[in-house]
């Protein structure tokens, strides 16, 4: 009963959808506004089915429900609750569902939020928004459908993949959808200012926060990946190039040039067209990532060939997409052409263009390494593997240069800077590229690109300290009477989006710390142990103290009990196992991490070797670094977001 109700919830959103698409594009042609509040009404409505359809399929799932196929694809009587409950994203059907939900969710909240805002482009928005909404049900509904019946009802489903059964999977999908679809309204608005003609500041400035949103969301569900991946795969890593990994990082890398470049045209007005091209590829790359990974592709070039009629209906929605957007910003590009140009290559607008430039080469270096095996094994039966060596020899160079950016760009004026002004301003960054230089031989860092890398960090870092030393040191001259907190509060208060992008800045130089301390010092140990022996790696001494059984829900496990101890330190117990689930013959390991600020330590159990057991040992220096730097960025992003609208709101 849930599931038809669900299913019917669906058709009528698909109805109202195309309601919402037709109804303003007609209303906008003929000036009936009537017909325009249709559409934003339609919008709403939509949003409340599809909020009806995704709980039918969740209370699905929590009742156990296995005459829906997708229910018992993907579910068991024997799946913790916890998981039985997002089980729903497990699979591609119903993470399309998720998807169109969030982009229902989000057109009826931009609806509301802008509809006295920008009456003219009101109209056209929802026509985008409705036409994106209407391509996603259509393929929920026709060609991935969660919504099927099974019979005969079996007695148990085939319970979700162990992988799957991970907080790792509760979190990182929703946060990777929430940036993916957050895109589409900046997207929306960008067609909505080709279309009416007003492509200038406005709508940049009413996205501004949209597009923040989107970005930390993104970067968020990247950064759980990573995370999920280092914990559970057993491999000591967090990021390996795989092509699923690289179908997110992409759409960041332009949102991440977009966030930079619309500075420069709401200070100067240029850049406009590089900025709708920029959101158009970030939209385009978000819809990319989400039909690779859930198409089947990248497990298997021959999905399309094994599904012709989703594979020809995902490229059919792409290419409209596509044609529409890049060819609207080509018709309109004449128009947009700004009489203001670049007075030089010494000042800020000119280091976000570059800032630009590497990170869309960085971005085209990512989508040519994973498309490249998929053409070639398309075209021919050779299968082509691009591994982290073409990636680390062509991307790391590329973010050597971005972080070299990062520490000149704050220090540099707006269109004019001269000489002597440039040498004073980068005196303090420069000193500290040196101290870095100096740190990374007296660390025994050895390699090239770590050389290169502190030395790169400790400058960012030196020029964003002068930076706001200067800001600080201005407002106290200007306001004598405050004390120095007081004055460093309203500095911040007072320009949340500039020292929220400097808290974003200081989170990267973190992470990229912590990439080379696990990336170059990582050390490795490979041993067969029987209960009772030691082995030690690092400082580390470690006992392999005793072996026995677990069993929870649905898995058993053999886990092993290891006694860590180091110089001065209490002695660490760890526990790393090695499950077997219910439904799944594949054991599956789960690693032990004792982390602490300068290293983790993190143990694997692998198989039974005669009388003893293969184990993994890693020491994974400042590989702490990454996630904290990453919570830093998210609070910069909060901070930014805090920042009001600076220029007047305008019709449009």
């Known amino acids: ?45 939509a949003f409340l089915l599809l909020t009806l359809s995704t709980a039918s399929l969740v209370i699905s799932f929590m009742t156990h429900d296995f005459s829906v196929r997708y229910v018992a694809g993907h579910a068991s009587l024997n799946l913790p609750v916890f998981y039985l409950a997002t089980a729903m994203w497990g699979g591609h059907e119903g993470s399309l569902l998720l998807w169109t939900w969030l982009l229902s969710t989000f057109t009826a909240v931009s609806a ?79 067609m909505a200012a080709l279309i009416t003609g007003k492509a200038g500041e406005e709508w940049i400035l009413a996205t501004r926060r949209w597009s923040l949103f989107a970005w930390g969301m993104l970067t968020t569900g990247i950064i759980l990946g990573a995370y999920w991946a280092y914990y559970e795969l057993g491999w000591g890593g967090y990021w390996a190039w795989d092509p699923v990994e690289n179908a997110s990082f992409m759409p960041w890398l332009t949102a991440t040039a977009f966030l930079h470049s619309v500075m420069v045209q709401e200070r100067l007005k ?31 070039v021959h999905a399309f060939a094994n599904d012709p009629g989703r594979g020809v209906y995902i490229l059919g929605f792409m290419s409209v997409m596509l044609l529409f957007s890049f060819g609207l910003l080509a018709f309109r590009s004449e128009k947009l052409k700004g009489s203001i140009s670049m007075k030089g290559m010494v000042n800020r607008e000119s280091a976000f263009l570059f800032n630009n430039l590497f990170l869309v080469v960085g971005m085209i270096t990512v989508l040519l390494g994973t498309l490249y095996p998929l053409a070639v094994e398309t075209l021919s039966d050779a299968k082509v593997t691009v591994g982290a060596p073409y990636y680390n020899k062509v991307f790391i160079p590329i973010m050597l240069g971005l972080l070299l950016l990062m520490g000149i760009g704050p220090r540099l004026a707006w269109r004019r800077m001269s000489s002597d002004r440039l040498r004073r301003a980068l005196v303090g960054p420069l000193v500290g590229g040196v101290v870095g230089l100096v740190a990374a031989f007296g660390l025994e860092v050895n390699h090239p690109y770590g050389v290169a890398t502190l030395g790169l960090i400790a400058f960012a870092l030196f020029s964003h300290i002068s930076e706001i030393g200067m800001a600080l040191k201005a407002r106290r001259k200007r306001f004598d009477q405050e004390s120095g907190p007081v004055s460093a509060w309203r500095l911040v208060t007072r320009n949340k989006r ?87 013959a594949q054991p599956m390991t789960e690693a032990a991490i004792h982390a602490i600020w300068q290293e983790d330590l993190y143990i694997v159990l692998g198989d039974s070797v005669g009388e003893g057991w293969s184990v993994r040992i890693y020491r994974n220096p400042l590989v702490s670094w990454v996630w904290w730097g990453a919570a830093v960025m998210g609070f910069g992003v909060m901070v930014a977001m805090g920042q009001g609208r600076r220029l007047r709101r305008r019709k449009g």
Do not use: C
Not at 1 to 22: C, D, K, N, S, Y
Not at 160 to 169: A, E, K, S, V
């Open 270 to 300: 240029m850049f406009k067209i590089w900025n709708l091209f920029l959101i158009v590829a970030t939209f385009a790359l978000s819809l990319l990532g989400t039909f690779l990974v859930r198409s089947g592709v990248l497990s298997s």
């Open 498 to 584: 500039r020292y929220g992008g400097f808290l974003v800045h200081l989170g990267v130089v973190l992470m990229a710390a912590g990439f080379i301390g696990s990336g170059l010092f990582q050390e490795e140990r490979n041993v067969v142990l029987k209960v009772g022996d030691r082995t030690s790696i690092g400082q580390w001494q470690l006992t392999f103290d005793s072996l026995g059984k677990v069993s929870r829900q649905n898995w058993v496990a053999d886990q092993g009990t290891f006694i860590a101890s180091r110089a001065g330190g209490a002695p660490v117990v760890l526990t790393p196992q090695k499950r077997i689930y219910e439904r799944h």
């Open 112 to 190: 509301w939020r802008h509809w006295k805002s920008h009456p003219i482009s009101m109209p056209w928005i929802l026509v985008i928004l409705g036409a994106v909404l209407v391509g996603f049900l259509m393929l929920v509904l026709f060609l991935s459908s969660p919504f099927e019946r099974l019979f005969p009802v079996p007695m148990d489903g085939r319970d979700l993949n162990p992988l799957l059964q991970d907080p790792g999977m509760v979190f990182h999908p929703p946060f990777l959808y929430l940036g993916y679809v957050g895109f589409a309204v900046p997207y929306a608005f960008s």
């Open 1 to 45: 009963m849930w599931i038809e109700t669900g299913h019917f919830a669906a058709i009528l959103a698909l109805v109202l959808a195309l309601t919402q698409t037709t109804a303003p594009l007609a209303g906008a042609l003929l000036g009936k506004p009537a017909w325009i509040r249709v559409g934003r009404h339609a919008a709403i409505a």
